[in-house]
């Protein structure tokens, strides 16, 4: 079975200050993990993911997220926050089953002050 | 490229009711994933559909079931609806045999069960 905490319900930043959402995953077998960002209102949209390349992973509107298997953690960055990053942001884990569903953590709402 | 459509947007019934939600996939995915996200929670799967069968469950009662159509649109149908069933499901497409595939979510359908 997989499962995915995220530490923290809610992360208040300035703008222009460091974002940090974190994320740890227990799985059985090597995981896939995926960042998504959920605005009021609206439906789910990829960040980014990560699939067994790169440990270092890109995503859009300057967001990136590093795998670490020692840790079993897949924690959310972004240097400088803006004020439209304020949402909720999901981490979600798959299996590489073939059913390509996906387990998630309870979220976390990003606050940012002017 | 069209996206995912869900209708309708929002939708209001009252305990023992009946309802039925609709997805339309993204242009080439034949595979919907359906999720229920209750307030304040991360979405949970509920079941999958490929090829017009049901293609894995979550831990769902049977009330929960679903259909999909041969251009691949699908349905989920809720029979006797209970207060805690009041929740924004999502609907998420795919196309089965991608390594990994992303699944794009739609906008939801937001239940209220009174």
């Known amino acids: 079975a997989q499962s995915v905490t995220q530490l923290g319900s809610h992360v208040s930043v300035s703008e222009g200050a460091l974002v940090l959402l974190r994320c740890n995953y227990s799985?059985?077998?090597?995981?896939?993990l995926f960042w998504y960002v959920q605005y009021p209102n609206q439906g789910l949209q990829l960040l980014l993911k990560?699939?067994?390349?790169?440990?270092l992973v890109k995503g859009i509107n300057g967001f990136e997220a590093e795998f670490k298997k020692s840790e079993t953690s897949f924690h959310l960055t972004k240097p400088s926050a803006h004020m439209s990053d304020a949402a909720e942001y999901f981490c979600?884990?798959?299996?590489?089953?073939?059913?390509?569903?996906?387990?998630f953590g309870k979220g976390t709402m990003l606050l940012v002050s002017p | 490229e069209t996206g995912v459509t869900q209708s309708p947007t929002h939708l209001i019934k009252t305990r023992g009711q009946q309802v039925t939600l609709r997805c339309s996939s993204q242009?080439?995915?034949?595979?919907v994933s359906w999720y229920q996200q209750a307030l304040g929670q991360g979405p949970q799967f509920i079941f999958q559909?490929?090829?017009?069968?049901?293609?894995g469950r979550g831990n769902f009662p049977p009330r929960f079931s679903g259909l999909q159509f041969p251009n691949y649109s699908s349905e989920l149908n809720v029979n006797a609806l209970e207060l805690d069933d009041s929740a924004l499901y999502l609907c998420?497409?795919?196309?089965?045999?991608?390594?990994?595939?992303?699944?794009?979510f739609g906008p939801g359908t937001r239940l209220t069960v009174l």
């Open positions: 998420a497409s795919s196309l089965k045999g991608q390594v990994m595939g992303e699944q794009f």
């Open positions: 799985s059985s077998v090597p995981p896939y």
């Open positions: 990560y699939t067994s390349a790169a440990t």
């Open positions: 979600a884990v798959s299996d590489n089953s073939g059913y390509s569903t996906l387990t």
């Open positions: 242009s080439g995915h034949n595979t």
């Open positions: 559909y490929y090829r017009e069968e049901e293609n």
